[in-house]
């Protein structure tokens, strides 16, 4: 056990329980660190928890108990990390969980049944979780709030049985098990009357798929009828490449902006928006920086850690706060000095990989597993190849089309939809320039728009002589498949076609089958 | 009930793709436009020289290919459609316009194209983009969508005319279609009705599968036979349903639901006449493209349209249908794996039955039913329980 990445047997670390044995050891310098942002998250969450409206809420959300698990969800994602990578990954995910507080500190605030702040609560635009904030970035009086994402999203994030009670709830009462779970546990949260009520008005998106879209029926109903909060539903166009799809594109947004200062007062403020802008934009050269980093043999922005930070970054917040500017600024500092000594990630890196699908949310780690079991290093994943366009910075009648464009492009978004070129052939594209040899293809089940390039996926990997692995998940829900499972995917592909043993044999078969 | 003259016949057109009256086109000259969905506007399908058909995949059997490329979590409609094409069913067709509709659809067709499995050399696909709201910007894109992805590749490839002549004289013959369909459905409305909720579905459907001109003529002649024919003296049916849901292009599944006590008075799905067969009403002095488009938008029940005021009037249209057409219960119907229609039904049926107050029967089923104990055990429970439920006089909820 120490200093030098590989140096523990990560595998041994676990307990059939829900936490594991200990910490891991890093050496002094960085187990120092390491339990210093330790700290610093239990501070986050202690001052959250102290007011008396959260511990209300504490109480009244069932799905608020996920929130213990928060700091074992941050252990799971610096599994063997060491030095750079450490840093970075507390610079992601530090901020992320503060990002988190905060969002559920000002729900409470302005929910009717806990804070009850109706001055506050009638600056909220409710958005969804699978939403670009776009839209938001030229109101600076106004918050965009998603109840979804701490209630579903990160709970799932924490613990991995966080969305069972309410997909039960959803298939109860009367919805088929083949959706995706992800909508399906949003409205059953809805049926379950188990989201914070409040905000001026709510602006739905038609996301990422068809269950979404049905999803957010549910959620709506209760909102515009019973709640009476009206809704606005940004359609977004699916055909997104095409030319003849952005003026309609734009009018949408034009659309929603006049909706939005009819039910807030505010009035859109271009300042701001470009101000937003901006920040966009030097967030995108980072994430660029970043990927072209990847593409050499010294990655430092990769797995897991690339892939959640960049769908907070670019879709939730979208260039509203600067805290984020600032940890990119600090990410690629990092980033840098570790690519000019040659820093390696992992202890034995044995495959180039593009992570491809939508991942299994249950177990988002589950690249740094790849990482330190396999030596398989995740360069990049699809919901990180997102748009890479430089907005406008000072012609406010473009602004209206770049905000287009980047709704179009919501993460995962842009490769379900928009025609089978941006899913499959452009995942061809990404293996030549990042060097990749094998690709990890999540194949969560009940996408239909990813799992119906099935056979495409196939023929063209044999052709090309990529290796391809399925990893076949239900996304919110472990009772179908495991995380075991998930692994043992990989297990055969490695032992059976690669003929390979694992680089941390400790790491094959875990007993976390009852962990968060 | 005597059987209807040309009954047989519409069945045997329904039984392939590549029918006797698309053939019979095709020999004439026509190009065969194929589409999957009843967001694409028929009559700019039905122009002076070409004709639509909405594909279907008859007397389908396995879907072992169609489940390679499209995995088993796939709708099996959309995994019918690319087995059949696979295997070269659709080798007839000039062209294919699909809206990206479902993205369970689209993927079927994207196959369709990737994997070359229509013959003809001049083939094209086009894929369009549907309005998910009615409102006017959406009814802009539905315009424009209809010009680039069906109106130019029509007249550029197939030179085909789209002038506003030819666009009335389609609607024209469109709208007759519709009228012979809407007067054969008015009998149902009868106690004793004098067609069978089978023998209208079969109806219905051929007018989605063959060439409109093409029909014409048989159905008025079976117009005027329902006109005459004398309804059975004991009635037949138990109780009255309406069938709302996703596509049925099965002809077992209107059959299964007689069969089962229940009379299907009024459809409500994707190959049902409503609203598919609702005429077009043009005026002289507005834009011909733009009044079909808002005409297609506006009646819409597709659940695709995500607003709540249009899918609160999904609902309503379901409630009026069934006062209409006299119903004692609504059948929810839904394919199973459809995303769209598993949440419509889910909240649909919630609603028809708390607000409403219809009995409601929900179910999902295969594309292709075949002998389904099932859902006929379902269908016959429920038949049982709207009888009960009258014989209480309505006092008892079920």
Redesign the interface.
């Known amino acids: 056990m120490g200093k030098e990445i590989g140096s523990v047997k990560l595998g041994s670390l676990y307990t059939n329980g829900k936490v594991r044995k200990c910490r891991e050891w890093r050496g002094f310098k960085d187990t120092f660190y390491d339990y210093t942002r330790w700290l610093k998250i239990m501070g986050i969450l202690s001052k959250f928890i102290i007011k008396p409206r959260n511990i209300k809420a504490f109480f009244r959300y069932r799905w608020m108990a996920n929130y213990l698990a928060a700091p074992m969800m941050v252990d799971r994602h610096t599994q063997g990390l060491r030095g750079p990578q450490l840093r970075i990954m507390h610079t992601e995910f530090d901020l992320v969980m503060d990002d988190v507080a905060k969002l559920l500190d000002k729900i409470f605030k302005g929910d009717r049944r806990i804070g009850n702040d109706k001055e506050f609560s009638k600056r909220v635009v409710l958005v969804d979780e699978n939403e670009m904030t776009a839209v938001m970035m030229g109101f600076p009086t106004l918050l965009a709030l998603s109840r979804e994402t701490p209630a579903v999203y990160v709970s799932v994030l924490l613990n991995q049985f966080a969305a069972c009670h309410y997909i039960d709830v ?1 298939q109860e ?4 098990g ?3 779970p992800m909508p399906e546990a949003e ?1 059953g949260v809805s049926i379950d009357d188990d989201f914070p009520v409040l905000g001026a008005c709510a602006v ?1 998106c ?1 996301t990422t ?3 979404s ?6 959620i ?2 209760r909102l ?2 019973e709640d009476g909060i009206p ?1 606005f ?1 940004l ?1 977004a ?3 997104h490449r ?1 030319d ?2 952005q ?2 594109a734009a ?2 947004i034009r ?1 929603c902006i006049a909706f939005i200062e009819k039910h807030t007062g505010a009035k859109w403020d271009w300042d701001y928006y470009f101000t937003c802008a901006k920040r966009v934009n030097e967030s995108t050269r980072h994430r660029m920086e970043w990927l072209e980093m990847n593409k050499t043999d010294y990655p430092q922005v990769l797995g897991s850690n690339l892939a959640l930070y960049t769908e907070t970054n670019y879709m939730a917040i979208c260039g509203k706060d600067q805290n984020f500017v600032e940890a990119d600024r600090k990410i690629t500092a990092l980033a840098e000095e570790a690519y000019k000594k040659k820093n390696p990630v992992v202890k034995e890196v044995r495959h180039r990989a593009i992570v491809w699908g939508v991942q299994s949310h249950f177990y988002m780690d589950f690249l740094l597993w790849l990482q330190n079991c396999w030596g398989i290093l995740p360069l990049t994943d699809m919901l990180s190849m997102v748009s890479t366009k430089m907005l406008s910075e000072d012609d406010k009648e473009q602004a209206i089309y770049d905000m287009a464009w980047l709704t179009e492009n919501m993460i995962m978004r842009n490769r ?2 928009g ?2 070129k941006v899913l499959l052939d452009e995942l061809w594209e990404f293996c030549e320039e990042f060097n990749a040899d094998t690709v990890i293809l999540w ?1 969560h ?2 996408c ?2 990813l ?6 996926f196939e023929e063209k990997a044999r052709e090309k002589g990529i290796h391809l692995i399925w990893v076949g998940h239900d996304l919110f829900d472990p009772r179908v498949v495991s995380r075991q499972e998930i692994r043992d995917q990989i297990n055969r592909y490695m032992r059976t076609v690669f003929r390979e043993e694992p680089v941390d044999p400790s790491l094959e078969v875990l007993t976390d089958e009852h962990s968060w | 009930m005597k059987d209807l003259k040309h009954l047989y016949y519409f069945e045997k057109l329904l039984e392939d793709a590549n029918n006797e009256l698309v053939r019979l086109a095709q020999e004439e000259g026509r190009k065969c436009i194929a589409t999957v969905c009843e967001n694409v506007p028929e009559p700019l399908l039905n122009l002076p020289g070409v004709f639509s058909t909405r594909l279907r995949a008859p007397r389908t059997g396995s879907m072992e290919m169609g489940t ?4 088993s ?2 709708c099996e409609y ?1 995994r019918a459609l690319l087995e059949r094409a696979i295997e070269g069913g659709y080798n007839f067709v000039d062209a294919i316009i699909t809206p ?1 509709g ?3 659809l ?3 067709i ?2 369709m194209e ?1 994997l070359k499995t229509f013959k003809k050399e001049h083939v094209f696909f086009e ?1 369009m ?1 549907i ?3 009615a ?1 006017d ?2 009814l ?2 539905y315009v ?2 209809c010009k ?1 992805h069906i109106l130019t590749p029509l007249k550029e490839k197939f030179g085909i005319d789209v002038s506003d002549a030819a666009l009335r004289k389609a609607v024209e013959e469109h709208n007759r279609i519709c009228e012979l369909i809407r007067a054969l459905g008015e009998f149902r409305k009868e106690d004793n009705p004098r067609i069978t909720g089978y023998e209208f579905h079969i109806l219905t459907m051929a007018t989605y599968v063959a060439p409109k001109n093409l029909l014409i003529e048989k159905l008025e002649e079976t117009l005027e036979e329902v006109r005459n024919r004398k309804p059975d003296e004991k009635k037949k049916y138990r109780a009255r349903v309406v069938l709302v849901g996703s596509e049925v292009d099965d002809v077992d599944v209107v059959k299964l639901i007689e069969e089962s006590g229940a009379y299907v008075c009024a459809d409500r799905f994707c190959y049902g006449s409503f609203p598919g067969r609702d005429p077009i009403v043009l005026k002289d002095d507005e834009d011909i493209l733009t009044q079909i488009c808002e005409q297609y938008m506006m009646r819409g029940q597709c ?2 349209y ?3 005021e249009k ?1 609160q009037a999904r609902r309503s249209y379901v409630n009026d249908l069934a006062k209409e057409y006299k119903a004692d219960g609504i059948i929810y119907e ?1 394919m ?2 459809c ?2 229609w ?6 649909g ?2 609603v028809l039955r708390e607000d409403y107050d219809y009995p409601v029967l ?1 179910v ?1 089923r295969p594309y292709a039913l075949g002998i389904s104990g099932q859902l006929r055990t379902r269908v016959q429970a429920f038949v049982e329980s709207v009888e009960i439920k009258k014989i209480q006089g309505g006092k008892q909820n079920g």
């Open positions: 959803a009462y009367g919805l088929p083949d959706v995706c409205a739905q038609n798929c068809d269950g879209l049905m999803g957010n029926g549910v709506s109903k515009e009828l809704c539903q359609a166009p699916l055909r095409e003849d799809v003026e309609y009018q949408e659309n379900t939809h025609g089978y194949e089940m009940a239909k728009a799992v119906g390039m099935h056979g495409q | 390679y490329y499209l995995t979590f796939l959309t990206d479902c993205s369970m689209n993927r079927c994207e196959n990737l894929y983009e309005p998910m709201k409102d910007n959406g802009n894109l424009l969508q680039n659940a695709r995500m607003n709540q899918i839904q199973k794996f995303d769209p598993a949440y419509e039904r889910m909240v049926s919630h929900s999902d």
